[in-house]
């Protein structure tokens, strides 16, 4: 256990003490002391630790991991911190362990992201087949699941251009594209995200254009970007500018505080509203 200041010296020594892996959660976690923490990319941390920290770190063996919680305690910098233990963890079968974690995601009763491992549920009309990747989009995400569920509002997307920029693992634009739109570009500016989508779309048998920002060309009936506020207020002119006249905007990755800094930044180009809300994230979208 380590305060808010002491996080980052304790992890650091943790790994020189050669910890495989050290991982810091909050320690006052399901109780009303709980502290949410929200970061952005690019960002200074809004803290470097929560008020009472729990460091993890795993260790090779329990001799080693012994002899790093010694060492540890006598260090100055360790003053105010404490071991709380130190405990064997049971072999597993990680593989299945982590499959498990990812069961189907129900977007609507009708609409499912199916893990390849498990069967698509009877009542699932539209499946996307996807597992968890390098990627961002698996549909664990309120902001992905927030997307996905406006695309089923839609209902249907023929004759549409559709572009889904910041694809990820191009979870939107195949949600689009399984809803019948006939042409989708999917931009990232992550390579690997790029190879990922298009993996992903040959999977479900969809046809899109995986590629870098620039292969966005023209205007398109829906721009989907689920990015996060400060770059999407930063690309507020250059997703305005792909949207065509009629076209819907349709924006995620927005925490609910900052609903009205997303208005302000948009508003020279187009009137955005929240349509959907989920655990704190919320989706904007505006016709423009
Ligand atoms: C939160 S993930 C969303 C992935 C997927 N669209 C979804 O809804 O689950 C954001 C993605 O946007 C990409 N990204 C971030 N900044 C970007 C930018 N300026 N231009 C294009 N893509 C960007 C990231 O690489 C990442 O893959």
Redesign the pocket.
């Known amino acids: 256990m380590a305060p808010e200041d002491r996080v980052e010296t304790v992890s650091d020594a943790l790994d020189a003490l050669d910890a495989l892996s050290v991982s810091v959660e909050d320690a006052d976690a399901q109780t009303d002391a709980e502290q949410a923490l929200f970061g952005e990319?690019g960002m200074p941390p809004p803290k470097e630790g929560w008020q009472r920290s729990r460091v993890i770190a795993l260790f090779a063996d329990e001799a080693l991991a012994k002899e790093a919680a010694s060492v540890l305690a006598l260090q100055d910098f360790f003053e105010g911190c404490a071991v709380l233990g130190v405990a064997p963890v049971p072999e597993q079968d990680w593989v299945r362990l982590t499959q498990s974690q990812f069961a189907p995601v129900e977007i609507t009763p009708e609409f499912w992201i199916v893990p390849t491992w498990h069967e698509p549920p009877e009542q699932a009309k539209q499946v996307i087949r996807l597992d968890p990747g390098l990627?961002?989009?698996?549909?664990t995400?309120p902001?992905?699941r927030m997307?996905?569920r406006w695309i089923a509002r839609q209902g249907a997307f023929a004759d549409q251009r559709v572009l889904?920029?910041?694809?990820?693992?191009?979870?939107?634009?195949i949600g689009a594209a399984k809803f019948g739109a006939p042409d989708i570009d999917?931009?990232?500016?992550?390579e690997a995200?790029v190879s990922s989508t298009r993996l992903n779309a040959e999977a479900n048998g969809v046809r899109l254009n995986a590629g870098?920002?620039e292969a966005a060309k023209g205007g398109y009936d829906t721009v989907?970007?689920?990015?996060?506020a400060t770059?999407l207020k930063?690309?507020a002119p250059l997703l305005r500018s792909h949207v065509a006249p009629g076209g819907s905007l349709v924006l995620?990755?927005i925490l609910e505080r900052q609903a009205d800094e997303l208005k302000q930044a948009y508003a020279p180009y187009a009137a955005l509203e929240v349509s959907d809300s989920e655990d704190g994230w919320i989706l904007m979208t505006a016709r423009c």
């Open positions: 990319p990627a961002f989009g698996t549909g995400h902001t992905t997307c996905l889904d920029y910041g694809c990820g693992s191009g979870i939107l634009a999917a931009v990232d500016i992550d995200a870098l920002p989907l970007a689920n990015i996060l770059p930063v690309l995620a990755g």
